[in-house]
């Protein structure tokens, strides 16, 4: 069965770096998602893609985050200027007429 | 305004006995109704789903979830606990007016007692 798959699994970073984290979603899924675990805590919606432009994003997403379909397999979440707060499980989803598939995650630790 | 959510923060059980796990969302659209299963350190796994087919759905390792819409409920039950359920539960909803927006529950952990 297809699956997201989602590199690196874990990132370590300091505090200012950028950080781009890696999606392949299912290749004929249309609608594309991050989320955010922040440890012990709930899943947090970031942002939803489709048709190569953000559809929604939260409050959370602010103008540090950024996200890109560069070449047509590949969903990227930048993080432009990490903050500690940022350390979380990244993981992306995608979807086509429901339901999500979600990649294992990326485990961003900012120092 | 639309919502999902998880009334039990913490269910814990003794293997061999019966799982409910509790979801309502509010809404006056119909939903679609997802349980996610999420083990540590690791991704989100879809356990079932309701898109409005029978209201009795039938998930992976043995879980199904009944959905009353009178009750707006989405309740995850399973008859027996096994050791290997103790998870994060999540229960996750999109509606037909926000069909690829998807709301997320806070999360039902479950323990497992031997």
């Known amino acids: 069965e297809p699956e997201v798959t989602q590199t690196p699994s874990h990132q370590v970073t300091q505090m200012g770096q950028e950080v781009i984290l890696r999606c392949v979603p299912i290749s004929n899924h249309l609608y594309f998602y991050w989320y955010r675990q922040i440890l012990g805590q709930k899943v947090e919606f970031l942002v939803s893609?489709?048709?190569?432009?953000?559809?929604?994003k939260s409050e959370i997403f602010d103008d540090q985050f950024s996200v890109e379909r560069p070449d047509g397999s590949n969903f990227t979440l930048k993080i432009r200027s990490t903050k500690l707060e940022d350390s979380a499980m990244y993981f992306c989803?995608?979807?086509?007429?429901?339901?999500?598939?979600f990649g294992n995650g990326t485990r961003l630790t900012v120092t | 305004a639309q919502s999902v959510t998880q009334l039990d923060s913490h269910v814990s059980v003794s293997e061999g006995t019966p799982v409910l796990l509790r979801c309502n969302y509010s809404?006056?659209?119909?939903?679609?109704l997802f349980w996610y299963v999420q083990h540590p350190n690791k991704g989100l796994q879809l356990l079932l789903k309701?898109?409005?087919?029978?209201?009795l759905v039938k998930g992976i390792n043995g879980f199904e979830a009944e959905f009353k819409k009178s009750e707006t409920s989405f309740h995850l039950t399973k008859p027996s606990a096994h050791m290997s359920d103790a998870a994060e539960y999540f229960c996750?909803?999109?509606?037909?007016?926000?069909?690829?927006?998807?709301?997320f529950g806070t999360g039902t952990s479950l323990t497992v007692i031997p």
């Open positions: 989803a995608s979807g086509y007429n429901s339901p999500l598939h």
């Open positions: 809404s006056s659209y119909s939903p679609s």
């Open positions: 996750v909803v999109s509606f037909s007016n926000t069909g690829n927006q998807f709301y």
């Open positions: 893609f489709y048709n190569n432009e953000i559809s929604e």
């Open positions: 309701y898109t409005s087919a029978a209201t």
